[in-house]
């Protein structure tokens, strides 16, 4: 690497399913990087196939950072990941290696690359009320709560994402206060590193469709019987049996629903959550789009123009 007062540092963003994996290791190799996992379901040991996770050969070409290191009942928040990725790219930029972050987990990224607002400590109790509430009236209920106590906050968080709203009445009722009013304090960004966000943005019909094709794979490969044994040695009510493709394997382990509507519904929920990732990178300042998906040689070609051109602007 050149020698900068500011090494270079990558984050690959876009939504599930737009290649980011298949970018990452590209430019590790071309670069000579690490890479670290920013996908919140991936740090936990035994989410594999769920979480498409790098294979053993992928791993193999570059080292690979932040993966199956929780147990499934470790609780971990976006601070807790902030702090671990601040620690592992301050060691990858001392060995003179580029540190490249990929993963979808929005709200990981931001605090990591941002910093968190210093809100309240967890409340449990709290926090079981409000879930037992969103089990009885829908996530929407919630939103309506949020609402009255922080009209902006209920605006920015999606209806159906519940942990989120969760945490946002549990911080304005702890706190007395309204969450935004607290997003802008006491935030500590990342600093010493030049920061290069790359974001994927494919033809969303054919982005789509890939991920249609990924979510039966998932359950051709394995999905119901990985979820299987994990609700064997977890118990079936483990909060991550609850995201993306786990929840609709459950409710198919739960004969609840046939094959073909488990799929259907998993291919659903993925292209949602592949809209609201959008959504919130579209947010994101200052990041260079792509059109197309990371593997793709034109998309890949132009990603290390650009990671190429950055790292000579650090020895100039």
Partial sequence: MPASAEPLLVAIVGPTGSGKTALSLALAQ??????????????????????????????????????????????????????????????????????????????????????????????EELRERLRKTARSKGSRHLQRMLARLDREAARKIHPNDAPKLIRALEVCLESRQKMTALWQRGREPLIGFRILRVGLDPDRTALYERINQRARRMFDFGLPEETARLVERYGASLPLLQSLGYKQALQ???SEVDRESAIAAAQQAHRNYAKRQMTWFRREPEVHWLRGFGDDAETRKRALALVEENWQKMSS
């Fill in 30 to 123: 071309h670069f000579g990087g690490e890479i670290v996992n920013c996908d919140s379901v991936a740090l936990y040991r035994g989410f594999e196939i769920g979480t498409a996770k790098p294979t053993a050969e992928e791993r193999a070409r570059a080292p690979h950072h932040l993966l199956d290191i929780l147990d499934p009942t470790a609780v971990f928040t976006a601070g807790d990941y902030a702090r671990a990725a601040r620690r592992v790219v301050a060691e990858i930029a001392a060995r003179g290696h580029l540190p490249i972050v990929v993963g979808g987990t929005g709200l990981y990224l931001r605090a990591f690359l941002e910093g968190l607002f210093a809100g309240p400590k967890r409340s």
């Fill in 252 to 254: 198919l382990l739960r």
